[in-house]
């Protein structure tokens, strides 16, 4: 197909030149956009007169029937530098002359920024949307174990008894977090650039609140050379998603540890693990890994879209270019790992047995022990110290804390008496840990409902 921008140049470009500025295999995915901004910008020049009626119905016609043959099949995307030049050309093909009349009062460089936000639109929803599914269904595994006791950890070495309800409450929180993060860059985006021209808008009387209102934008650009040239809303996404990916990869990595002999605490679905080509007793959590690592693609999506505008001059450069294929992978990297992550989730096995064995060790009620002296009246620090001699005895006898007699407990510390058991027992560690945030059933439940809430609203906007 013949350049858009042939009349000022006496050569054909090179091909090593096509093949550089070509973006039509990637910005493909924006067709539907595209024509569908072009379908509001023609209604608008048929209503302002600038073109006439006539014209303004058959590019519409057009259009439409271009965008119902690429969903079925029947057009192929092909042959074009964009998939700007593709739509109109194939208008032109079309309806004729009525056809070159589309880009009246337009270009590409608002075009595309046009196409790209209503494109990013989209798909925040859909990964908002699908980190909420993902918030539900840690709802629903965490009200069937409010009472499954397991070690906490810090430095990965056993701390303080909790309940793996409270850990998966934990992850979301981060998954509210992410979400409010992708609400707030839809706000912030939600702003229609087309009318901005190349860069100095038109001399066309135009009605770009029109065009706004027909896409169903929340408002105009304020300036028509940061509406061609911002991508800030790429980079916020990019970011939001960053952050999303990086506890995804926390919460595999958790579940990698959990899945191992060493652990035994989760085993994952059979339809969501593979094996080994030589160990045929292997069955390994490769969901998890796989989600793990391409955070870190992710993080260079990121970069690629911060460096690629970083040192750029007012206005459109073709240096962004470059945004859509990054931002592209962004988007289906972390819409694939939740798709995947979320049923594996849900079908994931739970060893609550040996949660509970791994809590029985480490000593990880020492602190419980330490707190029965104190509220007796013993100094928290003199309370430590004591407590600290006693597990270094337990560990030279091979027992826990609950198996040392009274009599030795006492020799430890002359307030020890036979309540001690009860305190230190761990469903009484977890009851008591009952402030608001806290791993006690009744504190992790207000935690469930809270997420709960946070989806209804969520659901309502």
Same mark, same amino acid.
């Given at each position: 197909?013949?350049?858009?921008?042939?009349?000022?140049?006496?050569?054909?470009?090179?091909?090593?030149?096509?093949?550089?500025?070509?973006?039509?295999?990637?910005?493909?995915?924006?067709?539907?956009?595209?024509?569908?901004?072009?379908?509001?910008?023609?209604?608008?020049?048929?209503?302002?007169?600038?073109?006439?009626?006539?014209?303004?119905?058959?590019?519409?016609?057009?259009?439409?029937?271009?965008?119902?043959?690429?969903?079925?099949?029947?057009?192929?995307?092909?042959?074009?530098?964009?998939?700007?030049?593709?739509?109109?050309? $194939?208008?032109? &093909?079309? /309806?004729? %002359?009525?056809?070159?009349? *589309?880009?009246? @009062?337009?270009?590409?460089?608002? !075009?595309?920024?046009?196409?790209?936000?209503?494109?990013?639109? $989209?798909?925040? &929803?859909? /990964?908002? %949307?699908?980190?909420?599914? *993902?918030?539900? @269904?840690?709802?629903?595994?965490? !009200?069937?174990?409010?009472?499954?006791?397991?070690?906490?950890?810090?430095?990965?070495?056993?701390?303080?008894?909790?309940?793996?309800?409270?850990?998966?409450?934990?992850?979301?929180?981060?998954?509210?977090?992410?979400?409010?993060?992708?609400?707030?860059?839809?706000?912030?985006?939600?702003?229609?650039?087309?009318?901005?021209?190349?860069?100095?808008?038109?001399?066309?009387?135009?009605?770009?609140?029109?065009?706004?209102?027909?896409?169903?934008?929340?408002?105009?650009?304020?300036?028509?050379?940061?509406?061609?040239?911002?991508?800030?809303?790429?980079?916020?996404?990019?970011?939001?998603?960053?952050?999303?990916?990086?506890?995804?990869?926390?919460?595999?990595?958790?579940?990698?540890?959990?899945?191992?002999?060493?652990?035994?605490?989760?085993?994952?679905?059979?339809?969501?693990?593979?094996?080994?080509?030589?160990?045929?007793?292997?069955?390994?959590?490769?969901?998890?890994?796989?989600?793990?690592?391409?955070?870190?693609?992710?993080?260079?999506?990121?970069?690629?879209?911060?460096?690629?505008?970083?040192?750029?001059?007012?206005?459109?450069?073709?240096?962004?270019?470059?945004?859509?294929?990054?931002?592209?992978?962004?988007?289906?990297?972390?819409?694939?790992?939740?798709?995947?992550?979320?049923?594996?989730?849900?079908?994931?096995?739970?060893?609550?047995?040996?949660?509970?064995?791994?809590?029985?060790?480490?000593?990880?009620?020492?602190?419980?022990?330490?707190?029965?002296?104190?509220?007796?009246?013993?100094?928290?620090?003199?309370?430590?110290?004591?407590?600290?001699?006693?597990?270094?005895?337990?560990?030279?006898?091979?027992?826990?804390?609950?198996?040392?007699?009274?009599?030795?407990?006492?020799?430890?510390?002359?307030?020890?008496?036979?309540?001690?058991?009860?305190?230190?027992?761990?469903?009484?560690?977890?009851?008591?840990?009952?402030?608001?945030?806290?791993?006690?059933?009744?504190?992790?439940?207000?935690?469930?409902?809270?997420?709960?809430?946070?989806?209804?609203?969520?659901?309502?906007?």
């Amino acid at each position: 197909m013949a350049k858009l921008w042939t009349g000022r140049f006496s050569k054909e470009t090179d091909q090593s030149l096509d093949v550089l500025n070509a973006s039509l295999p990637f910005d493909c995915r924006l067709y539907r956009q595209d024509i569908t901004g072009s379908i509001a910008h023609a209604k608008m020049l048929a209503k302002q007169a600038i073109i006439s009626k006539e014209d303004g119905a058959a590019i519409v016609k057009g259009l439409q029937e271009i965008l119902a043959d690429i969903d079925d099949g029947k057009l192929v995307l092909q042959g074009a530098e964009d998939i700007h030049t593709f739509v109109e050309q $194939e208008l032109t &093909k079309r /309806i004729g %002359d009525a056809g070159k009349r *589309l880009h009246t @009062a337009r270009s590409r460089n608002d !075009q595309v920024a046009l196409d790209l936000r209503m494109y990013v639109k $989209e798909e925040i &929803k859909s /990964i908002h %949307d699908l980190v909420v599914q *993902l918030i539900i @269904a840690l709802c629903e595994r965490s !009200q069937e174990h409010c009472y499954t006791v397991m070690p906490g950890y810090t430095h990965l070495q056993r701390a303080q008894p909790v309940t793996l309800a409270h850990v998966w409450m934990a992850y979301g929180n981060m998954l509210r977090r992410d979400c409010v993060r992708l609400n707030n860059t839809k706000a912030l985006m939600d702003e229609m650039p087309l009318g901005s021209g190349a860069l100095a808008a038109t001399t066309y009387p135009i009605d770009r609140q029109y065009v706004c209102d027909q896409l169903g934008f929340a408002k105009i650009t304020d300036n028509s050379m940061d509406g061609v040239s911002d991508r800030d809303y790429c980079m916020e996404l990019a970011s939001d998603c960053a952050i999303l990916m990086m506890h995804l990869s926390r919460m595999c990595e958790e579940l990698i540890l959990w899945c191992s002999w060493e652990f035994r605490f989760v085993e994952l679905d059979d339809a969501f693990s593979t094996g080994s080509s030589i160990m045929p007793q292997k069955k390994n959590p490769d969901v998890c890994e796989l989600i793990r690592g391409k955070s870190g693609r992710v993080y260079g999506d990121l970069m690629t879209l911060l460096s690629m505008q970083k040192g750029l001059s007012l206005a459109y450069n073709k240096d962004m270019q470059e945004d859509k294929e990054a931002l592209f992978d962004v988007i289906d990297t972390v819409e694939h790992s939740l798709q995947v992550l979320i049923p594996m989730f849900l079908t994931m096995k739970i060893h609550e047995e040996n949660m509970e064995q791994a809590a029985l060790g480490g000593f990880i009620n020492a602190t419980d022990c330490a707190d029965y002296l104190t509220k007796k009246g013993v100094p928290f620090r003199d309370a430590y110290k004591c407590i600290g001699e006693m597990v270094a005895w337990c560990i030279e006898q091979g027992c826990a804390l609950k198996d040392v007699p009274l009599v030795k407990l006492q020799q430890f510390h002359p307030l020890f008496e036979a309540d001690v058991y009860e305190a230190i027992d761990l469903q009484t560690c977890i009851k008591e840990r009952k402030v608001p945030g806290g791993p006690a059933p009744d504190a992790v439940k207000a935690q469930i409902e809270a997420l709960k809430e946070f989806v209804r609203k969520e659901a309502a906007t």
